[in-house]
Nanobody
Framework: QVQLVESGGGLVQAGGSLRLSCGAS????????VGWFRQAPGKEREFVAA????????YYADSVKGRSTIYRDNDKNTVYLRLNSLKPEDTAVYYC???????????????WGQGTQVTVSS
């Protein structure tokens, strides 16, 4: 079992930045790939970014590519998602998820956090 806790969300103006954190406890976190997803009201959960267990390969959704960075510190059992140039359409609950596979589909991941709210005002 892996327990995940997201933090770092909040209210930010358009054009601003946030760094989201996904802290893990339980099984060896460095064994797992981690993905970030988001869900806006009335919409399906969508992929944002993912990173391999080693911090090597990473993937981004087109909607955030070029203005976001995912990275991890396995010594701290934490994965980060830096979001820049935020837009009102980035408003959503952001979730991190962990699993042995690396992919864009939510079903790739076995463990999920409770989410952190990001609200971008125009």
């Amino acid at each position: 079992q892996v327990q995940l806790v997201e933090s770092g969300g909040g209210l930010v103006q358009a054009g601003g930045s946030l760094r989201l954190s996904c802290g893990a406890s339980g099984h060896t976190f460095s064994n797992y790939a981690v993905g970030w997803f988001r869900q806006a009201p009335g919409k399906e959960r969508e992929f944002v970014a993912a990173i391999s267990w080693s911090g090597g390969p990473s993937y981004y959704a087109d909607s955030v590519k070029g203005r976001s960075t995912i990275y991890r510190d396995n010594d701290k059992n934490t994965v980060y998602l830096r979001l820049n140039s935020l837009k009102p359409e980035d408003t959503a609950v952001y979730y991190c998820a962990a699993g042995y596979g690396l992919g864009r589909a939510p079903g790739t991941y076995d463990y999920w956090g409770q989410g952190t709210q990001v609200t971008v005002s125009s």
